[in-house]
């Protein structure tokens, strides 16, 4: 073997030891780690003659040494590259990037689903390699025994955790037992064999807390592929931040167990399954039907109008007449009173509303209708090939294959990524089955089961909501309700449609249908992703018995970006000031309408958010909001003159007052979509397929409506412009959509 293939050779086998995979030869661990592997294959004395290359990095310019020495900082032994802080610790201040004196990288620990934080408390060196100990590494803790019952329950708390997430690496048979050998010693305090500490580290690792000033104990488990614990293909085990959780760390660490720098985990990459992987158009075209196209023939009225739509072969959508006035009170009545007689106990507001029902049908079925208006062609995406859901056996066939299909089609991009996991193979075969279940009320609790539980999954968990479409479509066919999936941006709002049965052109249950998720496990909503278009595009097709409504709630909608800097347009007391004044006519429009209410506000006119406790406002949670932000780091402190001095970034008072009235406006609006909108909707012309953990909830937008329920706190994103400090939400006015039944 030649000199070359050797040391190529070295390198490999050195980056399966390094936790990115990958060697940097700037890296002086790296460095040495290679040097001694050549050592096995080649004399030392000529190794180190290969490596007695001055590769030092450029001399700092001498302005950059006086702002160093001005500061006084110290240099960091061992940094590289060379960096300096206050204490001569972890986080830098400065680094020398290339002879200059820079600011190192903010680090991203990546566990939260913000796009990105700010984290004013902690800063460290990207480049920095994840250290096998911490800084408060000491071989004698390796005797640390629990003294007392908090300690104990520290310890079992830890191998608890551990051992729920074995069945999420990827590891082999020989691998997990000695994983779980490990596991055990940490729950009797006993030594664990060194041999199975070497494949524990593969796999598990202690996440570093050098330099932090309230340090957190957790491990990041590698879930995709061995050594790698970057975002996207690590989970995370959190321990607290409790003194007796850190002293089992510090054993464990003397006992050999690595630790992992969030500095150089936190390179983002995909998940095994990334949302928008698994859309139903992908998987048709992967391991379906591909896409299904029809073709949408048109009758009209002599004025004009829609009087049918047929599409493709079976599915027709007739026009149903509207009755004249005297017609129509005729027929409210007749149903008002026989609805009065069967209920003696109901209102005469509710019997009235049951009476309204069959126009609201009959507008919906007509509203549905004219959105085919410009519409030539509907692509399907059939998830199951040959599979017709217009007819009994078509519907059959894809409750019955459907599930397989996205099995395969999930496995397959899983499996390009790395190997998989024990309680992948779980989730899949259980999907797979699901197709055996003749009961459809079994079909559907096992369905939405399976969700809950894949969401539990995190190599799976961001796939979920894309794979819930075909789940709940394969259940609606399963309930003989003839439902596909739209491809393309024909509809939209629809996630799935729902075609009515030729022979009751009537049935509520024929909707377009939007799919989303919502339990106390876990499950995340979607509601197309909660932005600001999804629910302009809601509120735009919906009925409301105010025709100035829609319009009024279109108005708050775009208000958002008053109250949310940009870079193009940071936050200023002028564009608060007139996005106020603008929500001020919203709102006394919908008071005199009735659709807000002096309960609605306490005594100073704040807007009291809906069940929370005390009557907490907008502007309390505001200023709450903030508070919490600083305290976290995610925001920086209040300005003081030694902060202003020491140069460090702080929150100034005209900053931080424009954040709070931003922010009490933003939620203010939010509330207001909310409460006009759930008040005077009269019917949706779309209906929700609600998977919760338990069942899976038709709302069809007539006997059932979905009202809106604003969250405050979807997620914020927080960044600088030009020394300015905003933050925003990750989903504009997003919500949850609440059942609300007759």
């Known amino acids: 073997m030649d000199l070359k293939s050797i040391i190529n050779k070295a390198i490999d086998d050195v980056s399966y030891k390094t936790t990115s995979g990958m060697v940097n030869l700037n890296d002086a661990y790296h460095l040495h780690m290679v040097q001694e592997e050549l050592k096995k294959h080649i004399d030392p004395n000529v190794v180190n003659m290969l490596f007695e290359a001055d590769d030092s990095p450029k001399e700092l310019s001498d302005a950059d040494k006086e702002k160093i020495k001005k500061e006084k900082l110290k240099f960091i032994q061992g940094s590289q590259p060379p960096s300096w802080s206050k204490d001569g610790k972890l986080p830098a201040v400065y680094i020398n990037d290339d002879g200059k004196l820079a600011k190192p990288k903010t680090a991203d620990d990546g566990d939260s689903q913000e796009k990105q934080k700010m984290d004013f408390t902690k800063s ?423 025709p100035e409504t829609q319009g009024r709630l279109t108005k708050i909608l775009d208000l958002h970006n008053n109250f949310m800097g940009t870079s193009k347009q940071p936050l200023t007391r002028k564009r608060i000031d007139e996005g106020k004044a603008e929500l001020d006519k919203q709102e006394a429009w919908a008071r005199q309408n009735g659709h807000l209410s002096d309960d609605d506000f306490d005594d100073n006119g704040d807007m009291i958010i809906p069940g929370a406790k005390n009557n907490r406002t907008t502007r309390q949670w505001a200023e709450d909001s903030i508070a919490d932000w600083q305290a976290k780091g995610k925001l920086p402190p209040d300005c003081t003159p030694t902060l202003v001095t020491a140069g460090e970034p702080c929150l100034n008072d005209d900053n931080k007052k424009l954040l709070e009235d931003s922010l009490d406006q933003y939620c203010r609006g939010g509330i207001m979509l909310a409460k006009i909108h759930n008040r005077d909707l009269e019917y949706q012309p779309y209906g929700n397929a609600n998977g919760t953990a338990d069942a899976l909830e038709l709302s069809n937008g007539i006997d059932c409506v979905n009202h809106m329920h604003f969250q405050p706190n979807p997620g914020f994103d927080f960044r600088e412009y030009d020394g300015q400090f905003i933050v925003r939400p990750n989903a504009v006015y997003a919500g949850h959509l609440e059942k609300v039944c007759d």
């Open 124 to 546: 460290s060196d990207a480049d920095e390699q994840p250290p096998e100990q911490n800084q408060d590494y000491d071989p004698a803790n390796k005797d640390w025994k629990p003294e007392n019952t908090n300690q104990e329950k520290s310890v079992q708390k830890t191998a608890d955790k551990l051992r729920a997430i074995v069945g999420q690496i990827p590891v082999d048979e020989n691998e997990e037992k000695a994983i779980l050998r490990v596991i055990d010693a940490i729950e009797n305090s006993t030594d664990p064999d060194p041999n199975d500490v070497k494949i524990f580290n593969n796999f598990i690792r202690i996440k570093e807390t050098s330099g932090q000033s309230n340090p957190e104990f957790a491990f990041y488990v590698a879930n995709s592929v061995p050594g790698d614990f970057k975002q996207g293909r690590r989970l995370k085990v959190k321990l607290g931040t409790g003194q007796n959780g850190h002293m089992v760390r510090r054993k464990l660490e003397a006992q050999g167990v690595q630790a992992a720098s969030a500095s150089t985990t936190a390179g983002k990459v995909p998940p095994k399954v990334a949302g928008k992987v698994m859309t139903m158009t992908k998987i048709a075209g992967n391991k379906g039907g591909g896409i299904e196209k029809h073709k949408v023939k048109k009758k009209r009225d002599k004025d004009g109008k829609l009087s049918e739509v047929k599409i493709g072969k079976n599915r027709v959508l007739k026009r149903i007449p509207v009755p004249d006035n005297e017609t129509l009170m005729n027929e409210i009545m007749d149903r008002f009173l026989e609805i009065r007689d069967e209920n003696p106990g109901i209102s005469d507001k509710d019997a009235k509303k049951k009476a309204k029902k069959k126009l609201a049908i009959i507008n919906r079925n007509n509203a549905m209708i004219d959105q085919y208006e410009n519409i030539d062609e509907v692509q399907e995406a059939r998830l199951v090939e040959g599979a017709d859901s217009s007819t009994p056996e078509g519907r059959a066939k894809i409750a019955k294959e459907g599930p397989t299909v996205m099995a395969d089609s999930i496995q397959e991009h899983m499996e390009k990524v790395g190997p998989l996991t024990r309680d992948e193979k779980e989730m899949l075969d259980r999907m797979r089955s699901l197709g055996n279940i003749k009961d459809a009320a079994a079909y559907e609790k096992e369905a939405m089961a399976l969700l809950a539980d894949m969401q539990k999954i995190e190599s799976m968990r961001k796939g979920v909501p894309d794979i819930a479409e075909a789940i709940i479509m394969c259940c609606m066919n399963k309930k003989g309700l003839d439902t596909i999936a739209p491809a393309g941006e024909t509809y939209k709002v629809a996630d799935l449609i729902v075609f009515p049965p030729p022979d009751d052109p009537e049935n509520p249950n024929s909707a377009e249908y939007i799919v989303w998720l919502e339990s106390s496990g876990g499950l995340s909503v979607k509601w197309k992703g909660g932005a600001a278009s999804g629910a302009r595009a809601k509120i735009e097709v919906s009925a409301f018995n105010d």
